[in-house]
């Protein structure tokens, strides 16, 4: 035989041959017979009907039995044909022909031979094609397993893309490979997603705007083949340089979740298409991608969830990082909850102080008033379940739970399902966090677990801002107990003590209410004042006046029995549910109270109920030492105020001679003599030096003396003894100018006393002599027979007489000796008429005054004598003011009291009458002003005066019971103060007595008296 033929199914295409072996066939012939229908010509015959065929003579066989067989034989000049079909186990797997240009006969032994090579070469087909599908088939695991060994290291959809195409590209030796992503965009239905030596005709942007042809068989679903990708729609037109020698084009969709997400494209170099097994791999190779991409897509969005819930836990974080305030962090916590899930409500809720209660404390969508009020039993609610199992309770629909039905408060706001969470901390469930809608939902466990990670960062927070709250609340206790203490160190008063700690203890417990008491002084802030005065009371008829601290957490449940109960209706008036009360204790003595409360149960900690205890110690001491410091003031008080009473100037100084203390005497004495203030060094003192005073006294005085400002101080200094050297000085200042000037007065009024005691015995006698003289000479005047001559003589002996007798007058009025007839005088009257008779009598430019109020000024007094006085002054202050002036003459009615200074130290208590005569002369030079009522001193110029006018005045004044005083300063005149003994008011209709004319004799008998006999004698003479 010189040719041979062997055709085997196409796989990939069924219903048609393919020629898997030949030989001796030209190459026109090879590929005119590479394909060949199945079900035509003797060789689909054979295929069909696995019966042999011999044609001896093929050239004359009808075209209809042979098909194309006999073209290809004949133009290898083969006339004789035999064909038999490759068995396998009775199937047909194939067709051998052979063909020869000889003709003759086959013998039955050459058909036995093809049949049994037909036969063997079926099983070797059938091997081969096993083992050849069996390559596949493992390669195709390999590639699955390399695809999704590389598909399960990444979840981002792009790389997962990028490793299935790299898989793809190097198990099937593809020319390029691509990925169309499904868009939502009708007009542009794909989108390139990512590519592998993507040719550039595919790079234009809108290349993938539409389906190709085998894109858009795609979409109906299964693997589409294009022999020729670059007729498709789309690429018509592109050069071939274009395609980078793609030939082969596959397209196969893929689906993720039932639903088309894309198009993988591949692609083969000429020579090369893609099989059935290479097919079904990118089927199975799709589905492993869709797998993928649905894993990456969950992954992604898990990730933007786990994102979105990162960003909420972070920015919660970060808010609740920055909060210290316990209701701050639930707040806080509320709203994240409250924006994550979507709830209706969002409640925190915390156990009471009974631990029987939880009670909300936070929460989101509540209103104000149900925070402390909305509380629910733990034994039987779901918060409490899961408060004590610390698991989460999901209730779809709260209405049909029966074992924990859902509470009354959530029923009334339309609650249908919720879910709760743990508060977990570190040592144990905190509370719970609760969420709740009015619309039926179940939370999945995404939205779970994201929950209970809010639950624990606020946890979390809740303990660290307790923690924080816990050191500021110490913090504020060592605060307040330090304010206490400096309070009570600094106080003064037991009142403001009581005010500032309980301010101070409130505000470090964070509380409003509470009282303070120590014996019949209290303090309260945010109760009633009618506690205050009740508290010694409460607490002795309830037991609490204790000498330690009693801490009630509930006044509601304090049992009948115990010995409190007796408080509970008034705390309960009150509006107090949880009281801390210590005692305030002095040398082991209760003297009052503090008490801090609370109108909700509270739970006091060791820490507060030692806090109040040492507020209490601290104010005990502090009472106890307020009142020794009372003491001490008041002894204080009783010092100063004799240093204050005290004429003389008290004044202590230290050791570097500084001004410590005056009394308000030495600060008025200083201001004069030292001008220092407390603090100052004392250097000076009334312009000596002070170590002067340090020294003894002068010899023969007790003490120093310094002046200032016609102002004679006395200065002792007494130094304060601290070992060798003296600690400080006491100095005592006296003010003795008053003292001096009494003693000048007293000294004057003894020199003038008696200077007239013996000027008035003198002038006694001469009186009585000048009487004779007088008597006899007035006798010899009347005598006829006196001569002319000697009546002159005796006429100037008795006008000398006269002037003598004035001046003996004047002398006996000095010297107190006159004869004086004193009658109650009406001043005011008297001086009227004395200023009429000085207005006529003195200078026209001497303008003379009369002052006087509404008073009464009676006094007993001779009214002879007391216009001698006036005159006398009024003459001399004419003297002064030679170029005139005004005479002031004043009347006052002065009261001095037995405790008060008189005008001058020598005047007794009593009612007085002041006349004041004050002239506007030129005053009286200070060196004279002491003896100006001295008998026969004078400044006058020599004959024009005696020197016994202002004698005679102070003797008149003397011998009238009263006293005088002259004030002077030069330039600016000189005044005269008489004080004349008042007598008492008159009452309404009665005036000063009158005098009566003297009465008539009527023959009676004179007696004379007169010790001194030539005067007696005269006298008796005159008379008969």
């Known amino acids: 035989m010189e040719a041979g033929a062997i055709y085997l199914p196409v796989e990939e295409t069924p219903g048609r041959l393919r020629l898997a072996a030949q030989r001796g066939l030209s190459a026109e012939s090879a590929v005119a017979m590479a394909r060949l229908p199945a079900d035509e010509g003797f060789i689909g015959q054979i295929y069909r009907t696995g019966e042999s065929i011999v044609l001896e003579d093929a050239p004359s066989s009808s075209e209809r039995s042979v098909g194309r067989s006999p073209h290809a034989l004949h133009a290898m000049g083969c006339r004789l044909l035999a064909a038999v079909p490759l068995r396998f186990r009775g199937e047909v797997r194939g067709v051998l022909g052979v063909g020869s240009r000889r003709y003759r006969a086959f013998s039955q032994e050459d058909l036995t031979f093809l049949a049994a090579a037909g036969d063997q070469l ?56 691509w990925f169309l992503l499904r868009t939502d965009d009708p007009s542009r239905p794909f989108t390139l997603a990512t590519a592998h030596h993507l040719p550039p005709a595919l790079q234009v942007e809108g290349a993938f705007g539409g389906a190709c042809l085998c894109q858009a068989m795609a979409l109906r679903g299964g693997v589409t083949e294009a022999v020729n990708a670059l007729s498709c729609e789309r690429l018509e037109g592109k050069p071939p340089e274009a395609t980078q020698g793609l030939y082969h084009h596959a397209t196969v969709p893929v689906y993720s979740g039932g639903q088309l997400v894309g198009l993988l494209n591949l692609g083969l170099p000429q020579g090369r298409h893609f099989d059935l097994d290479e097919l079904g791999l990118l089927n199975t190779a799709s589905e492993t991608l869709g797998v993928a991409l649905e894993r990456a897509r969950l992954h992604e969005r898990l990730k933007a969830q786990r994102l979105e819930e990162q960003e909420t836990l972070l920015r919660l974080s970060q808010t609740l990082v920055g909060l210290t305030d316990p209701q701050a962090v639930m707040e806080a916590t509320a709203q994240t909850v409250q924006n994550a899930l979507g709830a209706d409500y969002v409640s925190l809720m915390m156990p009471d102080p009974t631990g029987r209660w939880l009670v909300l404390a936070g929460g989101a969508g509540w209103e104000p008033e149900m925070y402390d009020r909305y509380r629910v039993e733990i034994a039987h609610s779901w918060e409490g379940y899961v408060f004590r199992h610390q698991e989460p309770i999901q209730q779809v629909d709260v209405r049909q739970d029966d074992a924990l039905p859902c509470p009354v408060v959530l029923q009334e706001r339309g609650v249908v399902s919720g879910i709760t969470v743990p508060l977990r901390g570190k040592g144990g469930t905190i509370g719970t966090l609760g969420v709740h809608t009015v619309q039926p939902r179940r939370f999945n466990a995404d939205e779970v677990r994201l929950l209970s990670l809010i639950a624990n960062h606020a946890a979390m927070a809740l303990e660290r801002a307790r923690e924080h709250q816990a050191v500021r609340a110490g913090e504020a206790r060592y605060r307040s107990l330090n304010a206490v203490i400096a309070a ?150 009783q010092v100063r105020q004799i240093m204050d009473t005290v004429p003389e100037g008290m004044i202590l100084l230290d050791g570097e001679q500084r001004l410590l203390l005056a009394n308000p005497t030495a600060q008025d004495y200083l201001a004069l003599l030292a001008d220092v203030q407390v603090g100052d060094p004392l250097t000076y003192l009334g312009g000596r030096p002070f170590e002067e005073f340090l020294a003894p006294p002068p010899m023969g005085m007790n003490c120093h003396e310094v ?22 000085w006491v100095l005592v200042l006296r003010d003795v100018t008053r003292e001096r000037e009494v003693q000048q007065r007293l000294q004057t009024q003894d020199r003038l006393a008696a200077v007239g005691q013996l000027a008035a015995g003198i002038a006694h006698d001469f009186n009585n002599i000048l009487a004779v003289m007088t008597l006899y000479t007035q006798m010899a005047l009347q005598s006829p027979q006196l001569p002319s001559r000697a009546r002159e003589h005796l006429t100037t002996v008795a006008q000398q007489a006269e002037r003598a007798a004035d001046l003996i007058q004047q002398i006996l009025d000095f010297g107190r000796r006159s004869v004086m ?35 009464e000024y009676t006094v007993n007094a001779d009214a002879t004598r007391l216009q001698q006085v006036f005159m006398n002054l009024a003459l001399n ?63 006058k110029p020599l004959g024009q005066g005696t020197g016994l006018g202002l004698a005679q005045v102070y003797g008149i004044v003397k011998q009238h019971g009263g006293y005088i005083h002259v004030e002077s300063r030069m330039g600016q005149g000189t005044t005269f103060f008489l004080y004349l003994p008042a007598l008492p008011t008159s009452r309404p209709g009665e005036g000063p007595p009158t005098g009566s004319s003297p009465e008539q004799g009527r023959g009676e008998t004179i007696l004379v008296v007169e010790d001194d006999e030539t005067t007696r004698r005269a006298m008796v003479e005159i008379l008969e």
Not at 538 to 554: H, K, M, N, Y
Not at 707 to 728: C, H, K, L, N, S
């Open 488 to 637: 009570a160190v600094a106080a003064s008063d037991l009142s403001g003590l009581l005010k500032a700690a309980l301010d101070h203890l409130l505000q470090a417990l964070g509380l409003e209410m509470g009282a303070i008491w120590v014996g019949d002084q209290y303090s309260v802030r945010g109760l009633p004042q009618v506690i205050g005065p009740l508290s010694a009371q409460i607490a002795r008829a309830t037991g609490l006046e204790f000498l330690s601290p009693v801490a009630v957490e509930d006044w509601q449940a304090v049992a009948e029995d115990d010995p409190l109960a007796a408080a509970v209706p008034m705390m309960v008036r009150f509006g107090l549910r949880a009281s801390l009360t210590a005692p305030i204790v002095v040398e082991g003595r209760s003297i009052g109270g503090l008490s801090v409360a609370a109108p909700a149960p509270r739970a006091w900690t060791p820490e507060e109920i030692a806090l109040v205890e040492a507020v209490g110690q601290q104010l005990g001491s502090a009472a106890a030492r307020l009142r020794l410091l009372a003491r001490i003031r008041e002894q204080a008080r």
């Open 877 to 939: 202050a004419r003297d002064a003011m030679p170029e005139g002036g005004t005479l002031r003459i004043g009347l006052e009615r002065v009261q001095v009291g037995t405790r008060q200074p008189p005008p001058l130290p020598e005047m007794p208590p009593g009612e007085w009458v002041r006349v004041t005569v004050a002239d506007t002369g030129g005053g009286i030079p200070s060196d004279v002003l002491p003896r100006i009522f001295e008998p026969f001193f004078t400044t």
């Open 122 to 177: 079926g099983s070797s087909v059938e091997n081969t094609r096993l083992r050849r599908e069996a390559d596949r088939h493992l390669r195709r695991i390999e590639t699955l397993a390399t695809l999704a060994e590389r598909l399960n290291r990444t979840a981002e959809t792009g790389e997962v893309l990028d490793e299935a195409l790299e898989v793809l590209t190097t198990q099937l030796g593809l020319t390029t490979c």
């Open 707 to 728: 002046a200032q400002d016609d102002r004679t101080f006395e200065v002792v200094v007494q130094p304060i003894e601290a070992g060798a050297e003296a600690a400080g």
């Open 821 to 855: 007839e004193p009658r109650p005088l009406a001043l005011v009257p008297f001086l009227e008429n004395l200023v009429r008779l000085l207005q006529g009598a003195l200078s026209e430019a001497v303008r003379v005054e009369l002052v006087y109020g509404s008073d």
